[in-house]
């Protein structure tokens, strides 16, 4: 929708400047110029005495297509392993199917990959799988080609991904291709039943406000989502699906990068995603030296080591470490926050922890309000207490 000024009619009386409430209209060149922007609120139409102006209307989009259906979720794989988000995703993935009354199909590109069929024990009544040395590097044009051949062929109604650095990555450019929408970073998916919608609710604004987001008029709705937002279910072996193998034709890709080498974060030693214990630091640690103090209690406890986006900032810690709304979402069984306020860009990260062990010497930190065991008291004296107690 926008508004069009017709220059042979108008007469440039400037009737439609002033009238304009969002002051968008403005001489210039002997003419009236529209800037950035015009609502098409019709304003300045209303008040044009010589039919010089017109709102044009946008045609209304083309009903979405009854003949998708179909949830599908692309298993990510690493070096031939199935990543746990895939096993998340199927977990919702199966009860949206449910919901739907529709079939549920996992799609797993990559080489050699192990356990496929723990796809279909965890929900999947298909796993189409595309087995090549080609996609051992998970190349993205070669995986772009790949999902949107099988997209175009079998037309799902809905298309999950991990929000990891690759489906943050290709997914999109698959979504491009097919003139489709896509709502990143999901924390939460349900059903419209009526009108076959995929509800994908999203942080915005900083997180300070959970958007729910439609695609009502294109298929396949297309979502990725976070880890660790859905808990993966118990597999069910007694689930019958069907594995069904697809060739990969590279001759038809034109790849326009090339892997050189993959270099892998070695600090990470235990990756946050997959960690069932975090140990997490904060501003309240005071400058990088201190993260060595986490890093001894982590390692006693076997953990992983993570951080606020303050301490990121401040360049004392790589960004793989950050926990929150800019970083990872985490779900382990413990997670201790140290010298983290609490800031809720943070929490939208760790919230969901099943035991959340905070200290901080600020009682009001709004950390507190999350913890299942709180702590009130100065970092550099606990975090030592608890090192010299795993010592024994």
């Not at 609490?342 to 930190?365: K, Y």
């Not at 008291?377 to 608890?386: A, K, N, R, T, Y």
């Amino acid at each position: 929708m926008g508004i069009k000024i017709d220059n042979e009619k108008c007469a440039v009386c400037g009737n439609c400047v002033p009238a304009c409430p969002f002051g968008v209209l403005e001489f210039a060149d002997n003419k009236i110029l529209i800037k950035e922007g015009c609502t098409a609120c019709g304003a300045c139409r209303d008040v044009c005495n010589y039919d010089a102006i017109t709102v044009e209307q946008i045609q209304s989009a083309a009903p979405p297509d009854a003949a998708s259906r179909g949830v599908w979720v692309f298993a990510e794989t690493r070096k031939g392993a199935l990543k746990k988000v895939g096993y998340e995703l199927l977990s919702r993935g199966r009860e949206l199917a449910d919901t739907l009354k529709t079939e549920l199909c996992a799609v797993a590109l990559g080489h050699n990959i192990a356990a496929v069929e723990s796809l279909i024990a965890q929900g999947a009544d298909k796993v189409y799988l595309v087995d090549s040395p080609d996609l051992a590097d998970n190349q993205e044009d070669y995986l772009t080609h790949s999902l949107l051949n099988l997209i175009k062929e079998h037309r799902p109604e809905v298309v999950l991904a991990g929000a990891t650095a690759l489906g943050r990555s290709f997914f999109p450019r698959v979504a491009a291709i097919l003139n489709t929408g896509l709502t990143a970073d999901c924390t939460g998916l349900d059903i419209d039943v009526e009108k076959r919608l995929l509800l994908q609710t999203r942080p915005t604004f900083g997180g300070n406000i959970m958007a729910t987001i439609t695609c009502p008029n294109k298929r396949p709705q297309m979502s990725t989502v976070r880890p660790r937002v859905f808990k993966k279910a118990a597999p069910d072996a007694g689930h019958k699906g069907q594995i069904i193998k697809v060739d990969f034709k590279k001759d038809s890709v034109t790849a326009k990068t090339r892997l050189l080498s993959f270099v892998e974060d070695l600090t990470e030693k235990i990756k946050l995603e997959d960690a069932d214990i975090i140990v997490s630091g904060g501003r309240g640690l005071g400058k990088p030296e201190n993260f060595k103090l986490l890093e001894e209690l982590a390692g006693l406890m076997g953990a992983a080591l993570g951080s606020s986006r303050a301490a990121v900032d401040e360049g004392w810690i790589p960004y793989s470490h950050q926990v929150g709304q800019t970083g990872k979402t985490v779900c382990p069984k413990l997670y201790i926050a140290c010298g983290i306020s609490g800031a809720i860009q943070h929490l939208a990260g760790m919230q969901t922890s099943d035991c959340i062990v905070a200290i901080n010497d600020n009682p009001d930190a709004p950390i507190f309000q999350v913890a299942h065991y709180g702590i009130v008291g100065d970092l550099f004296q606990v975090v030592p207490m608890m090192i010299q107690k795993l010592k024994g």
